[in-house]
């Protein structure tokens, strides 16, 4: 989910640095109980916190997560990964030397990495959208990289050019005018071409979901007998990529909101139009999507009427309100959200850890948890040119002026760079926060 939506218009010098604020309204007569951190603490060692990194308050603690399933997937979606790097941006291990970000995240015990993917997120002059310009080719990229590091990887197709969520499911251009017919044979063939491009050049994929944040819909379309015939569709190109390489992966279908969402419906429609899935994922942000007891019932009732595996795919917790871009973050002081935790590195952690808790109540009927885009920091701002001309020409902000033509009415207007770089795993300058700990510390590794 890309948290710009609803943004409101900032006051812009010189053009350009324009932003977001969250949207999505939460109750604000419920609170979330977060648990305490329990006995059984693992500590972290202390060995490798470097003294070149003062700033970073490497404390973050959480005790293990008991009940997981052996196969229950920690992930990161590191989509932004190469227009960062494009961009200037250098990451750094624990002991303040240069390293992949991927690799950080494996060493601190992430299994697997999502990526999502947008049809065509160029205009008419091959000027990226923004937001990563992630199509298959840099999914590829993302994904052999994950591969190298023995991570899995989780393709998150939104079938649009850009941003799909539950405020807009816009169609790819190409597609553009197509009946339902055509529609579900595209995204047939789009899916077959594009996963199949990313099979045969050796990415380790075991999920894939067909759309993104469909709660409302998908491709422009609101009817579920004809979102299910599109979804079919994904579905079979999928079930065949898996047959040709002899290799399980697992179909996931992605929704958002699960506080006012109706997801037993939503199951309901997917079972009717004999949808061919395993696992039925949310995005589950603490501070927008109600508590984990909700959480916990919505998706236990999936578990137990429809016999899927569930899954959160998107989850981040703020650890500062200090903006690292000028482009005002979806999270600040006095934003009216609700925060349940301190914002600190051991607040994000206690945020994840919880709703994993909650997850460990399903056993093996829970397949995961994502969080994301934890590497989505600043860019430099000392290369000579402006942080607004880098995100413009990498990619590296949510979205670029470039993307108006496609979408007008969102990213035309308030296009810009990072609304999520205080809820990262790393610092604005690249060093990992204890908080990226949590992976391991949860396992017991
Ligand atoms: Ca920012």
Known sequence: ?????????????????????????????T???????????????????????????????????????????FGCDMSMLIAQENSGVVYYNEAGEEQDPLLTLANNGVDS???????????????????????????????????????????????????????KQMLPKAWVGMTTEELADAIYAFTKDSLGQILAAGVDVSMVQLGNEITNG???????????????????????????YGKEI????????????????????????????????TSYYPFWNGTLENLQTVLQGIIDNYGKKVMVAEISYPYTFEDGDNNQNS???????????????????EAVRDCVEVLATYGENAAGIFYWEPAWIPVPGDTGMTRSEIWEKYGSGWASSYAAAYDPNDAGKYYGGSAWDNQALFDHEGNPLSSIQMFDMMKGE
Request: glycine residues 6%; proline residues 2%; hydrophobic residues 35%.
């Open 1 to 29: 989910m890309r948290r710009n939506s609803c943004v409101f218009l900032l006051t812009l010098i010189a053009g350009l640095v324009m932003t977001g604020c969250s949207k999505e309204e939460v109750p604000t007569d």
């Open 31 to 73: 609170v979330v109980e977060s648990s305490t951190v329990a006995e059984e603490t693992v500590t972290m060692e202390s060995s490798t916190v470097a003294e070149e990194v003062p700033e970073v308050d490497h404390s973050a603690e959480v005790a293990v997560v008991e009940g997981l399933s052996e196969d229950f997937v």
């Open 113 to 167: 990495i999502r990526i999502r993917i947008w049809n065509d997120p160029y205009d008419e002059n091959g000027n990226g959208y923004g937001g990563g310009n992630n199509d298959t080719a840099t999914a590829i990229a993302i994904g052999q990289r994950a591969t190298e590091h023995g991570m899995s990887t989780f393709i998150d197709y939104h079938y649009s050019d850009f941003w799909a969520d539950p405020k």
């Open 218 to 244: 998908m491709c422009d379309e609101v009817n579920w007998n004809n979102i299910g015939m599109m979804l079919r569709s994904g579905c079979k190109a999928v079930r065949e990529l898996e047959e040709e």
């Open 250 to 281: 697992q179909i996931v279908m992605h929704f958002a909101n699960p506080h006012t969402a109706d997801y037993q419906k939503l199951a309901m429609r997917l079972q009717n139009n004999e949808v061919d899935y395993d696992i039925f994922a």
């Open 331 to 349: 999270l600040y002081e006095n934003c009216g959200q609700r925060f349940d935790y301190e914002i600190s590195e051991q607040g994000q952690a």
